[in-house]
Structures are given as C-alpha cells and as structure tokens.
DNA sequence: ACTGGATCATGAATTTCTCTCAACAAAACC
DNA sequence: GGTTTTGTTGAGAGAAATTCATGATCCAGT
C-alpha cells in the first residue's frame, strides 16, 4: 500500500468532476468553493507527478491517469455506501418510513430516480409520496404528516424541523421560436405584461417566476394550465403563450430547437432548492442517503 | 451515497486493528499515538451508533460491523494500492531499480515476503539484493552501490540520503529450558559473563545485543557462530550457550516450549529499524511502496 | 483478594490542514 | 476589444486531528 494523499474527499470530487464537467460546477456539487477544488487537483498532480485532466475544455477531458483514478472513485464510493448501508440497516433495525411531500411539479422529473435507486437501497423503508399541492410542504413535516419536504429558497428555521440544501438551478423562460420576445438576449418581468402565462395547475405564489420574478414587478399575466411538461412545451411551441420551466427540464427540446429558452432578468434566475426533515429523522442513515442520492441526481 | 466521516485513515486504523489485534499496537504500525487512535474510533463508533470491536479481549473481536467496515477497509485499500501503481507506472515510465543491501541475518525473515510481493506488483522494476555483510550499508547507499538499506537505530542525517522508520522490535535472550539463568525473570549484561553467546557471523558491533546490551556494560561473551535461526536455536536447546534474537523470529518455538526467552533488562531491550535511501529515489512509487509493503510485514 | 503492569479512555492544548477570501490570470464569448 | 466566465494563487482564518498528561480499567500472578 502506498501511502498517498488520496482521501476520499477527493474522490468525491472527481467523481462530481466527471459528472459536472467543469471545476466551478462540481465545488458547487460538493459544497465547496472551486478554489479548494484547485487547490486539491494542484495537490493530487503534484503527488501523481502528471496532469489528471486537461483544463479548458467542455467538458474536461480525463487524461489516463485522471481516468483511472475516476475509475477507482467510483468503485470505491460505490463499495463505501454499500458497506454503510448494511451497518446502518444492522445497527438501526432496518425499520422507518419516507413520507415525501413535494411542492413543485417539475421536481418529479428528478425525484423519482432519486425514489427509485432508494427504494433498492433501502428495501426495510417504507416509502410513500404524500402530496404537497394543498398544505405547504414544510408544515407537514412540522406537524408530523411527512418526513422529507421539498421547499423552494432556504426556509425560515422552525422548532424540530431541520433543512440541507440539495441544488440550485436555473428556470428560464420557454418560447415559440417565432415570438417577437425570442429576439431579445433576455427578459424582463414587463415582456410578460400582455403574455399568457403556460404553467402547471398549482397556486400563484407556488411557481418561481411568479414569486421572485414577476409578483415583485407588481405583473399578473393571464394563466393556462397543463399537467405534464410536454403538454405545456406543446401549448409554447404554437405560439400560445410562455413559460417558465427549470433549465435542465427543458435541455432536450431546446436542442432540438423545439423551443427557445430566455434568461429571467438580465442575470437570470436562479432558485434553491432545499430539504425540510423532522430534527429527530435528520441524522438516520436512510434519510442522509436520500438527500445524497438527490443530490448526485439518481 | 452517505456522506460519512469514514476516511483513508480510518480504514488503515481498522486494518492495523486486525492486524496487531490491540490499539496500542495498531498505533504503533500507523505511527501515531495510542490516544489518537482511541479517539478516531470513538469518534466512528458515535457515528455508527454501535461499538465496532468489543475492548478488552486478546486480541481484540470485531462486532459485526466492525468487521463490515474492516472488510470494506482490505477492499479499499486494495483498490487504491493498485489503482495507484497503475498510475504510477504510466506516470514514471515503469522501469528503475531497487537493489537492497541488509546487515542483519534475522532481517530476511520479513524481507523475503515483501521482496516477493513487490515483484509480483512492480515486475518491470529490477529488483536486487546486495550485501551489507562487509560494508556499513548505509554507505552503501551514500556511494549510489545500492538503493536501499535496512539498518538500526536512526541513522545519522548525512547528505543526499533519505531515511524512514520500518518498525520496532524486541530482541531477547534465549536459553535452553534447563538453564539456571532461565529462573530470573530478566537478564542483566553480567549474567552474560561466563556465557558463550550464539549468533550470526557478523562483527560484533552488527548484533544488536552486543551493541546495546552488553558492550556498554563492559561484558565480551565468548562468541559461537552459526547460519541459521534453526541451528543457533539447537545450539541453545542443547545448552551450549545463550542467543539474543528478536522475539517474532522465534516466537514458534517458544509456543513449542523448545526454548524459553528472557528480556534483556528489566525493560527489555526494544530495537528500531530504518530504511536508508537515496534522495533522489525516496519520492518514487515503488520504493514509498516498498517501504510500505515491509511495514505491512508483506 | 490484592498488587503491578499493560491497555485503553479522556480533556485540554497544540499543531496541522483545509477551506475561504480576494485579487489575479487566462479564456471564451459576444 | 471589452466583458463575462473559469481557473489559479497566496495569505489568513477556522476547524479538526494529534499529542500530552493523566486517570480509569482490566488482567495476571501471588
């Protein structure tokens, strides 16, 4: 055995490397600044004596030394959960539930691969959806009804309710490549003063682009509902309004040029998301790898 | 994936558990404090929720998930070990030379698995032994005639030479059942007097007895040779005279009560062997892993 | 049961490291 | 060519692991 600097932090770190594509994306991923991620890369070649990846290229490309220790990240992360995951189920009794309530429609798209992969990992937990759509979220998890929420920006700290972040994201506005406003670089809350607003069938204060974007500009465009995001791109695409959907929800249909996606505001428009659990559940192993599993995103 | 506080250092920690089967030990093979140890796993333990070895028993047992953790910690460091010298092949262009030059006899025991084993992981590095039995092998390194060298005590800095510890041993008398001597509980240089002492070959000041034991106490035994462990033992059982040799080189023979051991002073007589390299080749791979593998004791 | 020695635990202080911060360099992108 | 994104670097702050010193516990041998 070689005693090497290696830790498993920077395993994590090339792993969300390979993942993101990009140093300041992956320190986003692992919650650290992109400098420490520097700073540990120029440690780690300097051990290794070579260049683990090539800079400047999107994505990065791994060179070979860089991909076998990506391999072996992986392995090891993988042998690692594994591992903990049984003394967990050992030490804890194997028992508990999941209630999971969600506020956000689009969330699905991320939530049931993160479900999934939980439910082969942790077979004992009894995992349940409960919705979200009437009562906040965050109050069902106050109140006892759920035991994992999903809330938008960071929640105001209650009694026995503790919250971790799990991602941030962009939501963008979704339009006809014909609209005049496709010409524009980005928008601005007044574009949408004569526009239909296309949306899921939720609560004004419950979409993104309402909170923090058009109800601050004192806009109140009109509304068209649908369930499902094809639905609503399907409704965009013929020129029947605008939307405003998470980036990555829309990425495949904006490279096919189905669409066009515009920036909210000229910086554009970035939400947090994040997890509200009861205090007594935040430490359980399960609950822990759940947000984990949510936050590499399966 | 949990995020644990599980690091590289904790799955040595386990390893070097299992191995020396007492935390005292383990902290010795790790070269850190006893105390840090303690605390590193009473850190684990809390976050596991459950003791990973049950204190107390010689040598120590795992619980079961300790033994998890323990079993996870071999994968690992498996994985790591061979991940790394892949890399440092690649890196490092494979080739060098590593020619050991050793000045103790008993030295071959531990030296011959680890010869072996560095073989098998770095064929493409020329591996030699050369030997240390005429000249000081640490000048031997000094002169570039050999690349690395076991010697005792820490030897004197001297100029482009590196040096590392390999790890301690104890050295005892041994004498036939029967001997008068073997009645007291430990041994001082006088009783020695009127003894013929059995060894190796090698000068006087190579035998680790003569130059911490008995040549600062003024006492010159008479002097009877033989090559082999085995031989200088019969020498003892038949009562022609008292060995000193280092306690895991005979330790099969005492459980067989062929002979018995003596400490070597009240407080026995404790000795630290090092590695000497050059400077130049200390930062390689193969020879940090060598040193490893010796430490290892495979 | 008592004593001596070895093994392990604990708390405070220190050292060691990693991270963040802030300013800079280098690309990339209009 | 300016402007924005992305990555680098050095210094300082903060956290965490280690050591040191000491006390508790356990086992062996009488």
Redesign the pocket.
């Known amino acids: 055995m070689i005693q090497s600097?290696l830790?498993m932090?920077h395993l994590q770190t090339l792993v969300a490397l390979a993942d993101t594509g990009?140093?300041?994306?992956a320190?986003e991923r692992v919650?650290?600044?992109?400098?420490?991620?520097?700073?540990?890369?120029?440690?780690l070649e300097g051990h290794y004596g070579s260049p683990l990846f090539e800079?400047?290229?999107?994505p990065?490309r791994f060179t070979q030394a860089g991909a076998r220790l990506l391999a072996l990240a992986r392995q090891v992360r993988e042998l690692t959960a594994e591992a903990e995951r049984e003394v967990a189920q050992w030490v804890g009794g194997g028992g508990g539930q999941l209630r999971v309530a969600v506020e956000c429609h689009t969330c699905f798209d991320w939530l049931m691969p993160a479900m999934d992969a939980f439910r082969e990992h942790w077979p004992q937990v009894e995992l349940d959806l409960v919705s979200g759509f009437q009562a906040e979220p965050i109050s069902l998890v106050e109140t006892g009804a759920a035991d994992f929420a999903v809330v938008h920006d960071r929640p105001a700290p209650r009694a026995g309710v503790a919250t971790a972040p799990l991602f941030t994201y962009e939501t963008v506005a979704i339009l006809s490549r014909k609209h005049p406003l496709a010409q524009k670089?980005w928008l601005s809350p007044q574009d949408f003063a004569g526009e239909t607003l296309i949306s899921y069938p939720v609560e004004d204060d419950m979409l993104d682009v309402v909170r923090h974007f058009l109800a601050p500009a004192g806009v109140k465009p009109k509304r068209r509902n649908a369930e499902l995001t094809v639905a609503i791109l399907q409704l965009v695409a013929s020129g029947r309004g605008i939307a405003a959907l998470p980036a990555w929800s829309v990425q495949a249909y904006l490279e096919r040029g189905y669409v066009v996606a515009k920036p909210l505001g000229e910086?554009g428009l970035r939400c947090e998301l994040y997890a509200a659990m009861p205090e007594s559940l935040a430490e359980k192993p399960y609950l822990q790898d759940f947000v984990a599993k949510i936050r590499e995103g399966a």
């Open positions: 600097p830790e932090r990009s140093l300041s994306r320190a919650f650290v600044t992109q400098s420490a991620l520097s700073h540990q890369l120029k440690l800079r400047g290229t999107k990065l670089p910086s």
